[in-house]
């Protein structure tokens, strides 16, 4: 049964049977999800549920690239209907990620949020093909979002992953998520090599319509490498593709990259009037994820072309769209999940090292117990006490180096644990040693004659124009520069920890509400004045400062307290930043 409802989906000419399925849902989404309907419609009572949540996956994807919101949240419900009747993890997951790319492309900004969770629930999987489909899912997560710090090298694992599973159509998917990572960071040529890549396998397979949408995404490195003549041949045919197909926001992306190769053509005319149509049907599709990148081209475009009011225009919207979908409590909640995933990754790899361990301790247990035998053997067989010596000798050498090897497994397993209390940029505590310190304190917290704890949550103003003007890695020694400044300020006062990206977090026992104000303007004045390399190309930086106290009346417990001084921190930034504001809790 399962092989027949395979083969009655799998009709897509010249690519192999078990990609087939996975083409349909870009060549003919509009026909798989019906063809799906009926077979879930026809055999709902004999489908096994894997083959149902693997139709379903389909059915969402095909939704998702025709913007058919009804298909989309008919398999996200059924997903969710498995998951909670047969208990099946992967189908939750796999709708999470189904309504993460959606909300992503539509410009909700919880999208990353639904994919982090969704990946959590994959981390113990122990099927690699699975696994391997969960890390890729928030890989391409990551890509949409453009986070190609996290999304890169999550990319390239998943890479190694479907080289190691033979499977050419998911590393084709990855090698094209690398690539717009790279374009992300303006690693041009490193790019469009990767792309390259990903056409050359999408190609051996037959699928010609995934080879010309990649296309697209090359051109655009093409424009970058001067190459627009190239770049708009690949746009246009990639559009033509996607409107016979319904592809919505493929084909909005397609156009705006060839008014992109207008404009490096000289026809700017042309190009404000494309991008003019092209955000209005983005706008008219509710494609609210792809708006901040159109309306930022437009307002270069207008620029370049003398037409300052319509540039500033742009960019103020943009500026609005990303603040509303980024804010402070987002941020925070999306940097917990990252936080809380990596460190399970980590815990994993421990878990497998100690595994290892125990197998090598029995190993070296049973070549002890050998070499007693042995050694016995040899004091009863006098003729053969020579052989004995040497058999014996042996296995006492690789029991040495049993040991040896487990004392080495012992002390990398040390190390990793030690890792996953420090952020590996700046040298300080990450988030997860920060919750533990934060929960002791607050464990600790009862005797009123002693001053209440204190919490500043610290965030860098403007960091990411610091990113966009002079790169991450200019950005990171900024970020590592002002972190010692912080470090050495705070000193035996407190304890300082990284809980995600440019944003920080002291924690000062005992210290109260007049000594926890004055250390804070210190560090912020501090900052403000700091110099910074002349290398960097940044003159001064300056952070907002938000602090809040665990009093154990109004703010007792951890949450609320993170609460307290996460509302002082967002007052700060909203009264203009560089400056100190205390939780209300304070006075």
Known sequence: MAVWLLAALAHADGVP??????????SDPHGLIEDVRKQLDTHSETLPPTQERELL???????????????????????????????????????????????????????????????????????????????????????????ARNGLPLCQQ??????????????????NDEGANLATLNRAAEAAKAYERSRAHFRSVGADQLVVMVGDNLARMYLELGRAHEALALSQASLAQEQATGRVSDALLSRANIARAYEAMGRRADALEQMKTTIADAQAAGKEGLLPDLLQTRSGMAEKAGNNALALADAREVIRLLADRRSPALRSTESALEARYVTREKELRIRDLE????????????????????????RRQTLSSMIAKL?????????????????????????????????????????????????????????????????????????????????????????????????????????????????????????????????????????????????????????????????????????????AADAALYAAKSYGRDRVVASALVS
Not at 17 to 26: D, K
Not at 58 to 79: C, H, K, V, Y
Not at 158 to 175: K, P
């Open 391 to 563: 058999v014996a000798g042996g296995l006492i050498l690789i029991a040495a180096l049993l040991f040896l090897l487990l004392r080495a497994q012992r002390r990398h397993a040390a190390e990793l644990s030690e890792q996953a209390l420090r952020d590996p940029l700046t040298g300080v505590g990450n988030r997860r040693a920060f919750l533990q310190r934060a929960s002791a304190l607050v464990r600790m917290h009862g005797d009123p004659r002693q001053p209440p704890h204190v919490l500043m949550l610290i965030d860098f103003d403007h960091f990411k124009r610091i990113n966009d003007s002079v790169g991450h890695p200019q950005g990171d020694r900024v970020l590592a520069v002002v972190v010692d400044h912080l470090r050495e300020t705070v000193g035996k006062f407190g304890h300082l920890a990284r809980i995600g990206g440019e944003e920080f977090a002291v924690l000062c026992p005992h210290f109260g509400a007049e000594a926890g104000i004055r250390l804070a303007e210190v560090l912020r004045a501090g900052v403000a004045a700091l110099p910074l390399p002349a290398e960097v190309q940044v003159e001064h930086v300056t952070v907002s400062i938000g602090l809040a106290l665990l009093d154990g009346v109004r703010c007792s417990d951890l949450d609320g307290w993170m609460r």
């Open 355 to 378: 595994h290892q361990n125990r197998l090598k301790d029995l190993a070296l247990k049973a070549a002890q117990a050998e070499a007693e035998r042995q050694d016995e053997a040899r």
């Open 57 to 147: 996956w389909l059915m969402g994807n095909a939704a998702i690239n025709s913007n058919d919101d009804a298909a989309l949240a008919e398999a996200t419900l059924r997903l969710d209907s498995l998951a909670a009747a047969r208990d099946d993890t992967v189908a939750s997951a796999a709708a999470g990620f189904l309504r993460s790319r959606h909300d992503i492309e539509n410009g909700d900004g919880d999208g990353l949020s639904e994919a982090l969770r969704a990946a959590a629930k994959m981390q113990d999987v122990r099927d690699p093909v699975v696994a391997a489909w969960a890390k890729y899912a928030l890989c391409d997560s990551y890509t949409l979002v453009e986070d």
């Open 158 to 175: 998943v890479q190694m992953n479907y080289r190691e599973l033979g499977d050419t159509w998911g590393l084709a998917e990855a090698e």
């Open 17 to 26: 049977e078990r990609y087939a399925q996975r083409y349909r849902t870009v």
